[in-house]
């Protein structure tokens, strides 16, 4: 597939999404899975229930008691620091991104921690190719499916499942401050 056939269709896939650009520290992403020829081929990394996945829909919520005015909270949207990575989140404190002992991706509930008990890496989220490529400790992801759905996985990860599928996790521009006031 050429590749403007592909940024076309990821305009109609995604429209909240631009064709993507490299990457600073601070911006909004959200992320595509990338396997040719795959069922997950082109599908968004969604937030939902503390994991992330492919083939579901985003979750979100916004206090409409509280807040006058919250992100649509449709996508899902990422910001990257050193080394880390976040949900782009209206809610104080924010939603950090991690890597749990079993290898699948997650994030904290706001302003929140995953429990003492629990082992979790929270570094390790690097941005390549011009900052159109994230990865976890140097290497891709894996899609396990989980019902009609696909849990994702750091590959790198020491107890990561070896019946996933393997996917480049491409980043994508947002024309947005928010995705969500929390997922």
């Not at 976040?86 to 509930?109: F, N, W």
Request: aromatic share 12%.
């Amino acid at each position: 597939m050429k590749a403007s056939t592909i940024f076309t269709t990821l305009a109609a896939v995604l429209p909240a999404f631009a064709v993507p650009t490299a990457r600073s520290t601070g911006d909004s992403f959200g992320g595509l899975a990338i396997h040719s020829g795959s069922p997950i081929h082109l599908s968004a990394i969604n937030a939902n229930g503390n994991s992330f996945w492919l083939n579901k829909e985003t979750t979100s919520y916004c206090p409409n008691t509280t807040v006058t005015s919250c992100p649509e909270g449709k996508y899902t949207y990422f910001t990257n620091g050193n080394n880390t990575l976040s949900l782009s989140v209206e809610v104080p404190g924010g939603q950090r991104v991690y890597v749990a002992a079993d290898g699948s991706l997650g994030y904290t509930i706001p302003h929140g921690s995953v429990s003492g008990s629990q082992n979790v890496s929270y570094t390790g989220f690097n941005l390549r190719d011009s900052g159109i490529h994230l990865q976890y400790k140097g290497a891709d992801w894996l899609a396990v499916p989980v019902g009609g759905a696909y849990k994702v996985y750091a590959a790198a990860a020491q107890n990561a499942p070896q019946n996933g599928t393997s996917f480049a996790f491409r980043v994508q521009t947002v024309n947005a401050t928010f995705g969500a006031w929390e997922y």
